[in-house]
């Protein structure tokens, strides 16, 4: 059993900053890819940033520059640091993670949070 505990959504002002957290527990064995994802309403959900276990990272174009992924994998955490936000980054935001369980051999399993409200509005 595996959870992903999502926090530091809200509301805030154009312009303005948030950071998000993910929080993995369970029965996770190692961790691999770690990132998030973005659904705006009426749209499909899409990949915002993603970051290897060695720390690569790769970002949509439209959060170049404004927006940075990083983890902690002592603690099993991934987040999200949003600056110069825009109406447009307004959405639910999705952790993601891939990760091997204690099987033997170990299995790779995707798994989503539940998704914390981001909304960037005057």
């Known amino acids: 059993h595996v959870q992903l505990v999502e926090s530091g959504g809200g509301l805030v002002q154009p312009g303005g900053s948030l950071r998000l957290s993910c929080a993995a527990s369970g029965s996770i064995f190692r961790l691999n890819n770690m990132g998030w994802y973005r659904q705006a309403p009426g749209l499909e959900r899409d990949l915002v940033a993603t970051?290897?276990?060695?720390?690569?990272?790769k970002y949509a174009d439209s959060v170049k520059g404004r927006f940075t992924i990083s983890r902690d994998n002592g603690q099993s955490t991934v987040y999200l640091q949003m600056n110069s936000l825009k109406p447009e980054d307004t959405g639910v935001y999705y952790c993601?993670?891939?990760?091997?369980?204690?099987?033997?051999?170990?299995?790779?399993?995707?798994?989503w949070g539940q998704g914390t409200q981001v909304t960037v509005s005057s």
């Open positions: 970051t290897t276990s060695g720390g690569s990272t």
């Open positions: 993601n993670v891939d990760y091997l369980d204690y099987s033997d051999p170990p299995s790779e399993y995707d798994y």
